[in-house]
């Protein structure tokens, strides 16, 4: 399927939802265990960029800054997945474009300032990538979600905690999410390509 992400909130609620974890472990220290190890996603080191077609010829890119969010992509227990953005951080590269970006026609930020994505399901391809079913949700509009997610990977460092990163691309037409400006010209394409880079930490055991 093909829908955007562009980004989520409390995994201890999730944790708390999904009763007994491992055996032997109660329904509180199952959802205790499983928020220990969640990661928060570091808005300063994780990268959201989009690209779309320019009068048919080119393609434009731009950046959407600080998302954040939980991850816990390793247990099958308590796997979450959770990103938010605030859609007043997507940003075209000058001051105009980015008004005309928040304006109604597109984001419309002050009416939909969030757009995020929740996960329903997780499962684990092969050692580096995951994949998961979930739910987009941009300017009112929810809709089904799946990605692929590349080259997860994790490590602890010093002063800086334990931490993992993973990647997604996929593509949304933009029209399904009541973005439809411009294009009956067709100086704006329908299709919208999106890279996410997320780098999460928590804290080093």
């Known amino acids: 399927m093909r829908y955007i992400w562009t980004v989520a909130v409390i995994a201890v609620i999730v944790a708390g939802m999904l009763g007994v974890g491992r055996a032997g472990e109660s329904?509180?220290?199952?959802?205790?265990?499983?928020?220990?190890?969640?990661?928060?996603?570091?808005?300063?080191?994780?990268?959201i960029i989009f690209q779309i077609r320019h009068?048919?010829?080119?393609?434009?890119?731009?950046?959407?800054?600080?998302?954040?969010?939980?991850?816990?992509?390793?247990?099958?227990?308590?796997?979450?997945l959770e990103i938010e953005i605030q859609t007043k951080?997507?940003?075209?590269?000058?001051?105009?474009?980015?008004?005309?970006?928040?304006?109604?026609?597109?984001?419309?930020?002050?009416?939909?300032?969030?757009a995020s994505f929740k996960a329903e399901s997780i499962r684990r391809i092969d050692e580096?990538?995951?994949?998961?079913?979930?739910?987009?949700?941009?300017?009112?509009?929810?809709?089904?979600?799946t990605v692929r997610l590349t080259g997860y990977a994790e490590r602890t460092i010093e002063k800086f905690g334990h931490r993992c990163a993973f990647e997604t691309t996929f593509t949304i037409n933009r029209s399904e999410f009541g973005m439809d400006s411009h294009l009956e010209d067709e100086s704006l394409g329908d299709e919208v390509t999106i890279t996410v880079s997320i780098e999460a930490a928590r804290p080093a055991e």
């Open 27 to 47: 329904l509180t220290s199952a959802g205790v265990h499983a928020a220990e190890n969640v990661y928060k996603v570091d808005p300063a080191h994780s990268s």
């Open 55 to 80: 009068f048919g010829i080119a393609n434009f890119y731009g950046m959407v800054t600080a998302p954040t969010g939980t991850v816990l992509l390793d247990d099958p227990d308590a796997a979450v």
């Open 89 to 114: 951080y997507v940003n075209g590269g000058n001051d105009s474009r980015n008004r005309f970006l928040a304006s109604p026609d597109f984001f419309n930020v002050r009416e939909y300032p969030k």
């Open 128 to 145: 580096s990538t995951f994949e998961a079913d979930g739910i987009f949700t941009m300017r009112g509009v929810s809709r089904p979600l």
